[in-house]
Nanobody, 128 residues
Framework: QVQLVESGGGLVQPGGSLRLSCAVSGFTSDYYVIGWFRQAPGKEREGVSCISSDNSSMFYSDSVKGRFTISRDNVLNTVYLQMNSLKPEDTAEYYC?????????????????????WGKGTLVTVSS
């Protein structure tokens, strides 16, 4: 059973940085993507970033491009989301999720496809 566990959320001032982690386990396929999503109160869930298992595909939403960086550590089986220059509008619950049905294309995150498995989320609050 695939499991994803997020950590690293918290309270940060505008302009600050946070690094989120997504520890993954239980994969039976070598071909999948890990996406980061966020949902703010009263707003729709938004896919913000994605990386494929073979690093062949990557995605950033326009709202985070140039500020957020996704990376992976295959030894630790962890995907990171480095978030810099944080803004109050980045405040949200952040989730990582995986899709193995569609292989290694981050298009599934960019296009809003249903993901195969989700973590429980970590809260990021950007406020002074």
């Amino acid at each position: 059973q695939v499991q994803l566990v997020e950590s690293g959320g918290g309270l940060v001032q505008p302009g600050g940085s946070l690094r989120l982690s997504c520890a993954v386990s239980g994969f039976t396929s070598d071909y999948y993507v890990i996406g980061w999503f966020r949902q703010a109160p009263g707003k729709e869930r938004e896919g913000v970033s994605c990386i494929s298992s073979d690093n062949s595909s990557m995605f950033y939403s326009d709202s985070v491009k140039g500020r957020f960086t996704i990376s992976r550590d295959n030894v630790l089986n962890t995907v990171y989301l480095q978030m810099n220059s944080l803004k109050p509008e980045d405040t949200a619950e952040y989730y990582c999720a995986t899709d193995w049905t569609h292989g290694t294309s981050c298009y599934v995150v960019a296009a809003g496809y249903a993901m195969d498995s989700w973590g429980k989320g970590t809260l990021v609050t950007v406020s002074s």
